[in-house]
C-alpha cells in the first residue's frame, strides 16, 4: 500500500519567517495531496491541496508543490504568525477504481512559531 | 467548524467492553470516512461508506464494524475494547467519496479504555 513520509517532525521558525514542510509518498498512482492543519484538541481542518495534474497552487501565505517524478510534495508558509502553530500532516489518496480509498497521513509536523 | 458532528466527545469504558461512536456528515455530503488517530500509528484510515454501502476499507480490526444508515449519519462500534484501542476517532465526509474529493473532518471522539 501507499506509505507517506513527512520532515521535519517538528519545526520552529520565528515569526515572520517561512516555514516549509516535506512530503514524499510511494504509489506512482496516488493522484490527489491535501494538508491538514490540526489544533490541540480539534480535528484535522484542510488547508490547501493539489491534485496530480498540477505543479503547484498558492492560496494568500500558504503553497503547495508537487514533483510527481521524484514523488515529492511540499508545504510552504511565508509570513508565518503565531496562529500557524499547530501540527500539520500531508496526506495521499488513490483512485482505487470503485471509488477513493482513504487518504494515508504522514506523521506530522509540530510547527512552532517562536515570537 | 467543518459541518461534521461527532458524538460523544469523551468516552471512557473498561477492557472488554462494547462502544458505539457516533458521526453526522456535513449537510449534502454522502460518503462518511472514519480515521483513528494514536501516538503510536498516527492518523489511520478505518473503513469508508457511501450513501449506506461501504466503499473502501483500511486497517479496520475485525472486533470493529461502522455502519451508514438512509439519515446518512454513521456509527462506528468498537467491541471487546484492549487498552490499546484507546485513541481519538474522527469521522470526516465528502460529497461523493470519490477519488480527489475533499474531506471534511469532524472534532473526533476521545476513547478511554482503563
Known amino acids: 500500500g501507499e506509505n507517506v513520509e513527512q520532515h521535519p517532525s517538528t519545526l520552529s521558525v520565528q515569526e515572520g519567517d517561512s516555514a516549509v514542510i516535506k512530503c514524499t509518498y510511494s504509489d506512482s498512482a496516488s493522484n490527489y495531496f491535501p494538508w491538514y492543519k490540526q489544533e490541540l484538541g480539534k480535528g484535522p481542518q484542510l488547508i490547501i491541496d493539489i491534485r496530480s495534474n498540477v505543479g503547484e497552487k498558492k492560496d494568500q501565505r500558504i503553497a503547495v508543490t508537487l514533483n510527481k517524478t521524484a514523488k515529492h510534495f511540499s508545504l510552504h508558509i511565508t509570513e508565518t504568525q503565531p496562529e500557524d502553530s499547530a501540527v500539520y500532516f500531508c496526506?495521499?489518496?488513490?483512485?482505487?477504481?470503485?471509488?477513493?480509498?482513504?487518504?494515508?497521513f504522514g506523521k506530522g509536523t509540530h510547527l512552532i512559531i517562536q515570537p | 467548524d467543518s459541518g461534521v458532528t461527532q458524538t460523544p466527545k469523551h468516552l471512557i469504558t473498561a477492557t472488554g467492553q462494547r462502544v458505539t461512536l457516533r458521526c453526522s456528515p456535513r449537510?449534502?455530503?454522502?460518503?462518511v470516512y472514519w480515521y483513528q488517530q494514536s501516538l503510536d500509528q498516527g492518523l489511520q484510515f478505518l473503513i469508508q461508506y457511501y450513501n449506506g454501502e461501504e466503499r473502501a476499507k483500511g486497517n479496520i480490526l475485525e472486533r470493529f464494524s461502522a455502519q451508514q444508515f438512509p439519515d446518512l449519519h454513521s456509527e462506528l462500534n468498537l467491541s471487546s475494547l484492549e487498552l490499546g484501542d484507546s485513541a481519538l476517532y474522527f469521522c470526516a465526509s465528502s460529497v461523493e467519496g470519490l477519488a480527489g474529493e475533499q474531506q471534511y473532518f469532524g472534532p473526533g471522539t476521545r476513547l478511554t479504555v482503563t
Open positions: 496526506a495521499a489518496s488513490i483512485n482505487s477504481g470503485g471509488g477513493a480509498d482513504g487518504l494515508t
Open positions: 449537510s449534502g455530503d454522502l460518503s
